[in-house]
């Protein structure tokens, strides 16, 4: 960008919670999200519960960088004005992906899936749920052997409960069949390799049977 | 000194104002920049550091940085927008602007260890000299800074050359897996950016 043009922050995505914006940031592509108040809470109330929220989300993305987890890099964390400026992600998301791509031919579907299954798994290890598990949320680095990389931690939370993994999981397959149809096989791959690649894995896995038959039964009656 | 922009900081507009984009040039003031010359072969280290914490008027208002821990001035920038940060929300730690680059670039609380590890030791031989400023630094105050230091001044290419790899890992606790040097330096830098929300 030429030093004569005052620089702007570009809106990319305005949530019903957060606003997201790419912004130059001393050279490298940034974008930051901005979670905003809402109008209707008691304004230092909503001020505490927007902070915890903020650093509930950097923390989750930082921690699981540390484990080795692909997550975008946080740079700073400006709670007086709710934002969190993290590396830009050049990529696609899983969902475009699988959009430009399908069907996914069997061997590219089996090495998608080990890559989400495993980054979750490390995540569940370490007792982190997402809270918000869609293809949206995922995302492939450009280039050769892309690495996926987890983003938007807005409604994670730390828990031990096999139950709360377990509706992780449930909330990508209905994710996953609402946007993507035909996509069973994909999500069973998944699963295999989660019980492959996590060491508390098999538990979550069962508990999951007991979700999606309450979730059927909801579904059913109302 | 070289120049270095810091990262515009984002004014959020009111939520019921959805704006496509949003400058960042804020008040119109002119942007804060920092001011960075890195030294090779310093010879007078210690003597330095006793004039720096005596605060003789020989030395001008700055951090002195020992390059050993720094693998890109990323990390500098940041402490400096962070620093700026809490000068503007009155949440500093310590009680100067140059003090507190110092606190941010290490990962612990402790501000005897920020200066202990980050700033300029007894046996420096690589020091980075870090201004912050709405403008440069003056004529005068860049020939104090060459005055006082006895070394080579070179360019701000040369500060990843500088850096102790094995240091940083170990200051930061990173184990020694493999890893790229960039994926270290993401490390460190979302460490920085997690200082003092992490738990
Ligand atoms: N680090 C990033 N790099 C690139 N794109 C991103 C990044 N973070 C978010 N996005 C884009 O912005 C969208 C919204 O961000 P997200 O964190 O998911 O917020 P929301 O809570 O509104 O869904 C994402 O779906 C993605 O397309
Ligand atoms: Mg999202």
Request: proline share 7%; with cysteine; aromatic share 6%.
């Amino acid at each position: 960008m030429p030093d004569t043009q005052p620089p702007v922050a570009t809106l990319i995505k305005q949530g019903a919670e957060a606003r997201v914006y790419t912004i130059p940031f001393a050279g490298r592509p940034a974008i930051v999200k901005e979670r905003f108040r809402k109008a209707y809470r008691h304004p230092t109330l909503d001020e505490k519960l927007t902070s915890r929220r903020v650093v509930q989300e950097a923390r989750c993305l930082h921690r699981i960088r540390r484990a080795g987890v692909d997550t975008p890099t946080v740079y700073l964390v400006d709670l007086k004005a709710s934002t969190i400026y993290m590396e830009f992600i050049d990529g696609i998301s899983v969902r475009d992906h699988i959009l430009a791509t399908s069907p996914l031919n069997h061997q590219h579907e089996r090495e998608l899936a080990t890559k989400i299954a495993k980054s979750l798994g490390v995540m569940h290890d370490m007792d982190i749920v997402h809270g918000d598990l869609t293809t949206s949320n995922m995302m492939m680095r450009a280039g050769d052997n892309p690495s996926l990389v987890l983003i938007d931690f807005g409604l994670s939370f730390v828990s031990t409960l096999v139950e709360d993994k377990a509706v992780d999981l449930y909330v990508l397959e209905r994710a996953l069949s609402s946007t993507h149809p035909d996509t069973d096989s994909f999500f069973q791959a998944i699963l295999n390799a989660y019980a492959k690649n996590s060491k508390g894995g098999k538990p979550v896995l069962k508990k999951l049977e007991d979700v999606r038959r309450r979730g059927r039964k909801r579904t059913a009656f109302g | 000194m070289h120049p270095i922009p810091l990262p515009p900081l984002f004014a959020p507009p009111p939520a019921d104002v959805p704006l496509a984009t949003v400058p960042l040039a804020g008040d119109g003031s002119p942007p804060y920049v920092m001011y960075i010359q890195p030294f090779t072969d310093v010879q007078n280290a210690a003597e330095v550091k006793k004039l720096l914490m005596a605060g003789d008027p020989r030395v001008p208002e700055m951090t002195l940085v020992d390059a050993s821990n720094i693998l890109d001035i990323f990390q500098l920038q940041l402490a400096c927008t962070k620093a700026l940060l809490s000068q503007r929300d009155n949440t500093m730690t310590t009680r100067t602007l140059y003090a507190e680059i110092l606190f941010n670039l290490c990962p612990t609380n402790k501000i005897s260890e920020a200066f202990r590890k980050f700033g300029i030791a007894d046996t420096s031989t690589a020091v980075l000299a870090v201004m912050v400023g709405q403008q440069p630094p003056s004529a005068e105050i860049q020939n104090m800074l060459a005055t006082l230091i006895k070394g080579t001044p070179v360019g701000v290419d040369s500060v990843p050359g500088l850096a102790d790899v094995k240091a940083v890992n170990k200051i930061f606790k990173l184990g020694s897996g493999q890893r790229t040097r960039n994926e270290t330096l993401s490390l460190v830098i979302g460490t920085m950016a997690l200082k003092g929300i992490m738990s």
